[in-house]
């Protein structure tokens, strides 16, 4: 059980650049910061709370966006679980529908929590998890990370491991095999 809560999930290489073709809105005038979620995830309720303080640390400084995926041939409503609505109480943030995965396959996303932040310009700044392991909520390098970033506007860790569900195993998808906890 250790030895699994400890275990990173595949992170995808993320575009350097915005992808043009992305769906989801682009705030020139601030850094942008997306979080890709599987909504049957519990390992990515950590990630949303590790979100919402640092969020609270920079009021208005930072778009930010939760992209909650929704796989092919699901029913209605099917990704509106709590996880999307505690993503969506988080004040300053605004969530997605990822239908079919499409904008995670954009970004490179492969697993729940998988989070991204570009700078105004559109480039990469960070990737990566924001807690230390599955489920666990607490001072991280990735949320370190991501302050140093809005704060000195640099930082050395500028990819974290991701602590969370696969995006796109069929099991995942249809909410029967996430999270073995």
Same mark, same amino acid.
């Given at each position: ?11 995808? @290489?993320? *575009?350097?650049?915005?992808? $043009?073709?992305?769906? /989801?809105?682009?705030? =020139?005038?601030?850094? #942008? ?23 609270? @640390?920079? *009021?208005?400084?930072?778009? $930010?966006?939760?992209? /909650?995926?929704?796989? =092919?041939?699901?029913? #209605? ?105």
């Amino acid at each position: 059980m250790t030895r699994y809560a400890n275990s990173p999930g595949s992170g995808g @290489q993320a *575009p350097i650049g915005w992808p $043009a073709e992305s769906q /989801i809105p682009f705030d =020139a005038s601030r850094p #942008t910061l997306l979080m890709f979620a599987h909504p049957r995830c519990p390992c990515t309720r950590a990630s949303l709370g590790e979100l919402e303080v640092f969020l609270a @640390q920079f *009021p208005g400084q930072i778009s $930010a966006r939760v992209v /909650i995926l929704k796989p =092919a041939e699901t029913v #209605t409503n099917w990704e509106k679980t709590d996880l999307w609505r505690k993503a969506s109480s988080i004040p300053d943030v605004t969530v997605y529908t990822d239908n079919a995965g499409i904008e995670a396959r954009r970004f490179h996303a492969e697993t729940s929590g998988q989070t991204l932040l570009y700078d105004r310009s559109g480039t990469l700044q960070f990737q990566g998890g924001i807690t230390l392991s599955r489920g666990h909520a607490g001072d991280n390098p990735g949320r370190s990370a991501l302050q140093e970033l809005l704060r000195e506007g640099h930082s050395s860790q500028v990819k974290t491991p991701v602590f969370g569900c696969s995006l796109f195993e069929t099991d995942c998808q249809q909410g029967g095999g996430v999270c073995k906890r």
